[in-house]
């Protein structure tokens, strides 16, 4: 059976095990941290995205770099790579003509 000590305990070893609440600067271990202590139940993505002032679009970003690529998908300065390529929209015909074509010039 479990005392309100040892709660406490695993508590602060668990906030020991999380980057610090005014994180700026997130590197691979602290966003890979932060992943699996949600994965793990240790806290909700809630509880994190409150936490870390993170939007939910951008912890699921992470969390989706990490399943797909693993730590290196972590990393800010490697995400373009990482990206599918998004397919390119046809322009319009509209949006072909040369600027000032359509104006009618008046005298």
């Known amino acids: 059976m479990s005392t309100p000590s040892d709660e406490s305990s ?13 994180t700026k600067r997130w590197v691979i271990r602290r966003k890979a941290a932060v ?25 699921l970003s992470w ?6 690529h693993g730590l290196a998908g972590l990393r800010a300065t490697r995400i373009q790579q990482y990206r599918a ?4 929209r046809p322009r319009s015909a509209s949006l072909k003509k040369p600027v000032g074509s359509s104006l009618s010039r008046r005298d």
């Open 35 to 59: 992943v699996a202590a949600v994965r793990s139940g240790r806290i909700t993505i809630e509880e994190a995205c409150r936490c870390y002032q993170l939007s939910e679009e951008e912890f």
């Open 10 to 22: 695993v508590q602060a070893s668990l906030m020991a095990s999380l980057p610090p609440p005014n």
């Open 63 to 68: 969390e989706r770099a990490f399943e797909i």
């Open 85 to 88: 390529a998004r397919p390119t």
